[in-house]
């Protein structure tokens, strides 16, 4: 630590940086319990023939966060795939990637890169239907695309490699960027998957809806069953705590290395105030020993006979301030007259 004790702007940097990254991840990680707190209080409802008449007696018709699990229906029409015979769903995306190698300047290597370069995605509506075929209460979803977690099923995956002349190698080469092809997927939501669909269930008139939740609450329609969806998402909150205590243990290990450095620094200021306040001290009394005004006393003279002129230099600590007549006098083991540092070795001092 350079600059009387002061943090030096390294330390400085990694401090701030530490507490920003800590605050950061602090905030997600509260976000990330708040949502997992929400979705285990999530009220369970059955799709079942009881359905309406629970809703009937909800406050406004409503239940603000539910949990429904059930299976997709199309109302009308539905989406068939591009790639696929006879699949079909309700939820299309096509995806277009571009797959490249990008020179790293730093790491000096070619590093993998993705980029999407094309997105579709097509919807129609749909409802939730009970797994007992038998059952004819139905939820209609509203706004899926809306959905914090909407896992589609991969339906169709390609690769289409770039085609590449000797000279596009060489400019690839010199540009840093080499392309390694584009990747074409379909992912469908497909008619009869199980659905594990978390948002506010409205009654409207005799349909019921499954639409995005107020207050900030998160809208899931997962594949994954509720409890899977749970565990899933206390897993997300483990690993942003872990990276909270992590670098806020890091953030505090920082400071208290700042601080205990400065209290260091410190503490051999105050000694070394001590030492110079003894030192006066001593001075006058070895004055008014020898009956010496302080004025008559050369500024060069020696610290401890006050009588002959300074002639060495004290190493390691550097000081100017005894004759080699009272150096020699000094006891073992040797120190410095003025910081009471050890005297390694002695350099005469010649005056011209």
């Known amino acids: 630590m350079d600059n009387g004790g002061k943090p030096s702007t390294a330390q400085f940097v990694l401090l701030a940086t530490s507490s920003a990254l800590t605050a950061v991840f602090y905030s997600i990680y509260r976000r990330k319990s708040a949502t997992a707190t929400r979705l285990k209080d999530a009220q369970k409802i059955s799709i079942d023939q009881d359905l309406k008449n629970v809703l009937m007696d909800s406050p406004g018709h409503c239940i ?6 059930g299976v997709v229906r199309s109302v009308k029409d539905s989406l068939t795939s591009q790639f696929v015979d006879n699949c079909k769903g309700v939820i299309e995306r096509l995806t277009l990637r ?25 919807t129609v509506p749909f409802d939730l239907a009970s797994h007992d075929e038998g059952v004819a209460a139905t939820v209609r979803v509203i706004r899926p695309l809306d959905s914090a977690e909407l ?8 690769f289409h490699p770039v085609a590449q002349t000797f000279t596009d190698v060489i400019g690839h080469f010199i540009s840093g960027e080499r392309p390694k092809g584009v990747k074409e997927t379909e992912e469908m939501l497909r008619l009869g998957s199980s659905v594990t669909a978390v948002g506010e269930l409205v009654l409207d008139n005799s349909l019921v809806r499954l639409q995005p939740p107020k207050q900030g609450l998160q809208y899931f329609l997962s594949l994954l069953d509720y409890d899977s969806l749970l565990r899933k998402q206390q897993a997300r909150v483990r690993v942003w705590k ?7 243990i890091a953030t505090c290990v920082i400071l208290f290395l700042v601080l205990r450095r400065r209290y260091a620094h410190y503490r ?16 006058r009394r070895r004055l008014q ?7 008559a006393v050369s500024p060069s003279a020696c610290v401890v006979c006050l009588g002959r002129e300074r002639s060495c230099v004290f190493l390691e600590c550097g000081h100017v301030c005894s004759c080699v007549e009272c150096h020699r006098a000094l006891p073992e083991p040797k120190t410095c007259p003025l910081c009471r540092g050890p005297i390694e070795r ?3 001092l010649y005056n011209s």
């Open 242 to 248: 872990i990276l909270t205590a992590t670098f806020g």
């Open 346 to 348: 002695v350099v005469p």
């Open 151 to 158: 896992d589609l099923e991969s339906t169709y995956e390609n």
């Open 268 to 283: 051999e200021r105050r000694r070394l105030r001590s030492m110079r306040d003894e030192f006066e001290e001593k001075q």
């Open 64 to 69: 603000p966060y539910a949990v429904i699990e």
């Open 289 to 295: 020993e020898l009956d010496l005004d302080e004025d």
């Open 98 to 122: 571009e797959q490249k190698m990008v020179w790293n300047r730093t790491t000096h290597i070619w590093n993998d890169c993705e980029k999407i370069i094309h997105q579709r995605t097509n």
